[in-house]
């Protein structure tokens, strides 16, 4: 697969400086101030775990997060897990697309055909929910089964959502959800984590060498500048990364990503 080209273009003139100018936020921060100045955000959909919605992304418990994020230039990011048939009350079954999911030709429920199409699910319930919201806001038309303009989307991958122990059925699972993203119209898929994090869920893989990192936990933007010059926990380039500024997560622009 081609390298997804990502295009940054609002906010490349905030990559200079301390003055952090791209944020993100998502349901901790319903009912409480967002960051001000901000020239462009990324707004988390769920409610920190796949299948919930994020309560303030639209109207609803608090003032709208996508209307700050930039309505149709925001970008998502979205939750990811893999909790197995025993801990989900969503796993699939009888489920016969994309994959054959126990099923009375294919049977059996934990299995790398089923962990696809529970990543598939959980980012076609993302996607829906972000459908709702640009329709709630009058920015998509009722009925719509799409969003405005393509947006990019990260795919959250951390050790506080539920995982299988088994982390080939943990790298099915996001394959599920990066199919499912390129099967609607959007503008670039890339991964939120750490190296620690991706390799406990993924066991380090390189299958999502293509797609970007946002590479979380830096302590500062100048600390923040130095890993934009390393290597991705994908194994691609690092796009972003998120630091702490005025009790917010700032995100820095890495050089190189105007698209």
Same mark, same amino acid.
């Given at each position: 697969m081609a390298e997804v080209s990502i295009s940054w273009q609002h906010?490349?003139?905030?990559?200079?400086?301390?003055?952090?100018?791209?944020?993100?936020?998502?349901?901790?921060?319903?009912? /409480?101030?967002?960051?001000?100045?901000?020239?462009?955000?990324?707004?988390?959909?769920?409610?920190?775990?796949?299948?919930? %919605?994020?309560?303030?992304?639209?109207?609803?418990?608090?003032?709208?997060? &996508?209307?700050?994020?930039g309505g149709v230039r925001a970008q998502f990011y979205a939750n990811t897990g893999n909790p197995g048939p025993d801990l989900s009350a969503r796993w699939p079954s009888n489920q016969t697309s994309p994959r054959q999911c126990d099923t009375s030709a294919i049977p059996g429920s934990d299995t790398a055909d089923c962990a696809y199409d529970?990543?598939?699910?959980?980012?076609?319930?993302?996607?829906?929910?972000?459908?709702?919201?640009?329709?709630?806001?009058?920015?998509?038309?009722? @009925?719509?089964?799409?969003?405005? /303009?393509?947006?990019?989307?990260?795919?959250?991958?951390?050790?506080?959502?539920?995982?299988?122990?088994? $982390?080939?059925?943990?790298? %099915?699972?996001?394959?599920?959800?990066?199919?499912? &993203?390129?099967?609607?119209s959007t503008a670039g898929i890339g991964?939120?984590? $750490?190296?620690?994090?991706?390799?406990?869920?993924? @066991?380090? $893989?390189?299958d999502f060498s293509a797609h970007p990192s946002w590479v979380a936990g830096a302590d500062s933007a100048e600390q923040a500048v130095g890993i934009c010059g390393t290597k991705g926990f994908t194994g691609g380039r690092v796009a972003l990364v998120q630091y702490l500024a005025g009790g917010f997560d700032a995100d820095f622009l890495c050089q190189g990503n105007s698209g």
């Open positions: 906010g490349l003139s905030c990559n200079t400086g301390a003055t952090p100018c791209w944020f993100d936020i998502s349901y901790p921060q319903c009912g /409480s101030p967002f960051p001000a100045d901000a020239e462009f955000g990324i707004v988390g959909v769920n409610k920190g775990i796949v299948f919930s %919605a994020n309560p303030c992304l639209s109207t609803g418990d608090g003032p709208p997060e &996508l209307a700050w994020a529970y990543g598939w699910n959980a980012a076609a319930d993302s996607y829906r929910t972000a459908v709702s919201a640009y329709v709630s806001l009058g920015l998509a038309a009722a @009925g719509a089964t799409s969003t405005p /303009s393509p947006n990019v989307w990260w795919l959250d991958v951390e050790i506080i959502n539920s995982w299988h122990d088994d $982390t080939t059925l943990n790298v %099915a699972a996001l394959h599920g959800e990066v199919a499912y &993203l390129e099967s609607v991964f939120y984590s $750490t190296q620690y994090q991706w390799n406990q869920i993924t @066991g380090g $893989t390189s």
